[in-house]
């Protein structure tokens, strides 16, 4: 009987600490901000196309805007600066001595963001944190490894209806290393058939990370056995994934996308669906927004076109990214947002 209340006692224990584990993790970097009040809100066109001309210094580093518009973020002079669209209010984050960002990442669906530090000195390695702006609110995650003064976190994808992230850290010589991460801050090396990998995209409803072999022009996914062929294309380069779980590829030609092929990875890709474009595209100008609407940015004539419709929306100076409702540009030293309509 002892042995079995202990038994009882431990797995009661067991539970009450993994529910803590998933409020906290709920309630922080992976959540929503919630209320139980609802009072729906109807949002003016006018309203929703206010905004401030945010001043983006010339010296700074990784431009950023948050899924929504409603920041922009820039590293500089070690600190990374954080400011509404809104009202132009600025946050900083400050780090220690010896400590640099190495990569950020806004969330894809939340105003927070990723953020991958990285310590010299002493205790050489990375330190991954989140960072929820309207809360004002940073935390630690987890120390992800050792690292050597030229290794550097590359890339980070995270889905928050899974509740994983993973991180790609690039060594000396080119070599690429991914670690994983789950709610309850577990941590884990994930094996990849690529020595080196280019592009990587996350599945939202299931733990796969698509990723490409640069070296033989292959594109894999975790948990998935065999590459994704797809007939006739020899230069196949992942494109994104959208929130209905389609993947996107396209066909390079001559070191531009001429096709975009998408589906499922439960369909066979003889069976996913292709489109052609008029004019071949750089991979970095083609964009997949909520839904699967596929944008391509032309900066020469400074337009963004959508491809199933052929709408165009002019943008003026210097292109920065696509986001949720609009198009971010930067001319005469400010941010520019071009909604969509």
């Known amino acids: 009987m002892k042995s079995l209340k202990r038994i009882a006692t431990w797995i009661v224990f067991s539970l009450i600490v993994q529910a803590i584990g998933f409020i906290y993790v709920d309630q922080f970097y992976l959540s929503t901000n919630t209320s139980v009040k609802v009072k729906k809100v109807e949002k003016t066109e006018k309203d929703s196309n206010k905004y401030v001309e945010v001043p983006i210094p010339e010296e700074a580093d990784h431009v950023n805007m948050s899924f929504d518009g409603k920041y922009v973020a820039y590293y500089v002079n070690g600190e990374l600066h954080i400011i509404s669209t809104k009202d132009g209010k600025e946050k900083n984050i400050a780090f220690d001595e010896g400590v640099e960002i190495s990569y950020y990442k806004w969330l894809s669906d939340r105003n927070r963001m990723l953020i991958a530090e ?46 994983v992230i993973y991180i790609k850290v690039s060594r000396s010589g080119g070599r690429s290393s991914f670690y ?73 030609v001559n070191e531009k996308i001429s096709k975009i092929y998408y589906g499922t990875l439960d369909t066979p890709t003889e069976n996913w669906k292709v489109m052609p474009l008029m004019q071949p595209a750089n991979r970095e100008d083609i964009f997949i927004l909520e839904g699967g609407k596929l944008l391509i940015n032309d900066n020469l004539r400074g337009v963004v076109k959508e491809i199933a419709t052929g709408k165009e929306y002019d943008y003026p100076g210097r292109f920065l990214q696509v986001y949720t409702n609009g198009i971010g540009s930067i001319k005469d030293g400010k941010l520019i947002k071009t909604m969509f309509k």
């Open 180 to 252: 994983w991460i789950n709610i309850m801050k577990q941590m884990k090396n994930v094996y990849t058939k690529a020595h080196i990998v280019g592009q990587t995209a996350l599945m939202p409803h299931e733990d796969k990370l698509l990723y490409e072999d640069t070296i033989f022009n292959k594109i894999y996914s975790t948990n998935v056995e065999n590459a994704i062929v797809i007939k006739d294309v020899e230069k196949p380069r992942l494109l994104g994934v959208d929130t209905d779980d389609n993947v996107y590829i396209g066909s390079m």
């Open 118 to 163: 990285k310590h010299n000195g002493k205790e050489n390695g990375f330190k991954l944190y989140y960072y929820d702006v309207d809360r004002d609110e940073k935390d630690k995650i987890k120390d992800l490894t050792w690292a050597d003064e030229k290794s550097e976190v590359e890339d980070i994808q995270a889905s928050t209806l899974t509740n």
